[in-house]
Protein backbone atom coordinates (compact mmCIF):
# COMPACT_ATOMS: atom_id res chain seq x y z
CA UNK A 1 0.00 0.00 0.00
CA UNK A 2 1.06 3.27 -1.31
CA UNK A 3 2.13 5.57 2.48
CA UNK A 4 1.68 9.15 1.64
CA UNK A 5 2.25 12.69 3.92
CA UNK A 6 0.82 15.98 3.53
CA UNK A 7 2.67 18.73 4.53
CA UNK A 8 2.77 22.87 4.14
CA UNK A 9 -0.88 23.79 6.18
CA UNK A 10 -0.59 26.89 8.19
CA UNK A 11 -2.44 30.00 8.88
CA UNK A 12 -3.34 32.60 6.01
CA UNK A 13 -5.11 36.16 6.21
CA UNK A 14 -8.39 35.72 3.81
CA UNK A 15 -7.73 36.91 -0.02
CA UNK A 16 -3.87 34.93 0.64
CA UNK A 17 -2.01 31.93 -1.26
CA UNK A 18 -0.71 28.76 0.10
CA UNK A 19 1.03 26.01 -1.64
CA UNK A 20 0.56 22.06 0.63
CA UNK A 21 2.00 18.79 -0.64
CA UNK A 22 2.27 15.36 -0.50
CA UNK A 23 4.50 13.01 -0.75
CA UNK A 24 3.95 9.39 -1.81
CA UNK A 25 7.15 7.19 -2.06
CA UNK A 26 7.26 4.27 -4.74
CA UNK A 27 7.91 3.26 -8.08
CA UNK A 28 4.18 3.64 -9.62
CA UNK A 29 3.75 7.57 -8.36
CA UNK A 30 3.17 8.21 -12.10
CA UNK A 31 0.28 5.43 -12.68
CA UNK A 32 -1.46 6.21 -9.68
CA UNK A 33 -4.39 8.82 -9.68
CA UNK A 34 -3.81 11.29 -6.46
CA UNK A 35 -6.61 13.52 -4.56
CA UNK A 36 -7.33 16.10 -2.16
CA UNK A 37 -9.84 16.11 0.02
CA UNK A 38 -10.57 18.23 2.90
CA UNK A 39 -12.63 18.54 6.10
CA UNK A 40 -13.74 21.26 7.98
CA UNK A 41 -15.23 20.42 11.42
CA UNK A 42 -18.48 18.96 11.87
CA UNK A 43 -19.07 18.22 8.33
CA UNK A 44 -18.13 15.74 5.96
CA UNK A 45 -14.98 15.23 3.60
CA UNK A 46 -15.27 16.44 0.36
CA UNK A 47 -13.50 16.17 -2.98
CA UNK A 48 -10.79 19.16 -3.63
CA UNK A 49 -9.04 17.97 -6.97
CA UNK A 50 -7.83 15.27 -8.59
CA UNK A 51 -4.52 14.82 -10.65
CA UNK A 52 -5.00 11.76 -13.31
CA UNK A 53 -1.83 9.90 -14.08
CA UNK A 54 -2.07 10.93 -17.85
CA UNK A 55 -1.67 14.09 -16.78
CA UNK A 56 -5.26 15.99 -17.09
CA UNK A 57 -7.03 17.01 -13.69
CA UNK A 58 -10.47 18.07 -12.54
CA UNK A 59 -11.36 20.59 -9.49
CA UNK A 60 -14.73 21.31 -7.41
CA UNK A 61 -16.91 24.34 -8.64
CA UNK A 62 -15.97 26.12 -5.07
CA UNK A 63 -12.45 25.68 -5.66
CA UNK A 64 -12.10 26.07 -9.19
CA UNK A 65 -10.31 29.22 -10.63
CA UNK A 66 -8.61 29.48 -7.44
CA UNK A 67 -7.20 25.98 -6.64
CA UNK A 68 -4.67 24.18 -8.44
CA UNK A 69 -3.47 20.60 -8.69
CA UNK A 70 -0.27 19.48 -10.18
CA UNK A 71 2.11 16.60 -9.98
CA UNK A 72 6.14 16.24 -10.03
CA UNK A 73 6.11 12.17 -11.02
CA UNK A 74 10.21 12.68 -10.47
CA UNK A 75 9.39 13.98 -7.15
CA UNK A 76 6.31 11.28 -5.86
CA UNK A 77 4.89 14.47 -5.04
CA UNK A 78 1.42 16.17 -5.85
CA UNK A 79 0.54 19.71 -5.20
CA UNK A 80 -2.23 22.15 -4.53
CA UNK A 81 -2.01 25.60 -5.29
CA UNK A 82 -4.59 27.65 -3.58
CA UNK A 83 -5.24 31.25 -4.18
CA UNK A 84 -7.69 33.72 -3.11
CA UNK A 85 -8.30 31.69 -0.11
CA UNK A 86 -11.19 32.55 2.40
CA UNK A 87 -12.05 31.21 5.84
CA UNK A 88 -14.40 28.59 4.66
CA UNK A 89 -11.43 27.31 3.03
CA UNK A 90 -10.36 26.51 6.36
CA UNK A 91 -9.93 22.28 7.20
CA UNK A 92 -7.81 19.84 7.55
CA UNK A 93 -6.69 18.78 3.81
CA UNK A 94 -5.68 14.93 2.58
CA UNK A 95 -3.91 13.47 0.43
CA UNK A 96 -5.19 9.96 -1.10
CA UNK A 97 -4.75 7.69 -3.97
CA UNK A 98 -7.49 6.02 -6.16
CA UNK A 99 -7.75 2.60 -5.46
CA UNK A 100 -11.12 1.94 -8.14
CA UNK A 101 -12.76 2.92 -11.12
CA UNK A 102 -15.63 4.46 -8.79
CA UNK A 103 -16.52 8.01 -8.85
CA UNK A 104 -13.43 10.41 -8.39
CA UNK A 105 -15.53 12.22 -5.76
CA UNK A 106 -16.33 9.81 -3.40
CA UNK A 107 -13.94 9.49 -1.04
CA UNK A 108 -14.79 5.70 -0.34
CA UNK A 109 -12.85 5.03 -3.80
CA UNK A 110 -9.69 6.41 -2.44
CA UNK A 111 -7.11 4.96 0.18
CA UNK A 112 -3.91 5.29 1.78
CA UNK A 113 -5.06 8.26 3.44
CA UNK A 114 -2.17 10.35 4.87
CA UNK A 115 -2.51 12.29 8.64
CA UNK A 116 -3.59 15.75 6.76
CA UNK A 117 -2.36 19.13 6.83
CA UNK A 118 -4.75 21.98 8.50
CA UNK A 119 -5.43 25.17 6.48
CA UNK A 120 -6.85 27.96 8.65
CA UNK A 121 -7.40 31.21 6.53
CA UNK A 122 -8.39 33.69 9.16
CA UNK A 123 -7.36 37.80 9.92
Known amino acids: QVQVAEYGGGLVQPGGSLRISCAAP????????MAWFRQAPGKEREFVAISWSGGSSSHADSVKGRFTISRDNAKNTVYLQMNSLKPEDTAVYYC?????????????????WGQGTQVTVSS
Open 26 to 33: GRTFYSLG
Open 96 to 112: AVKINSGTYYNPANFGS
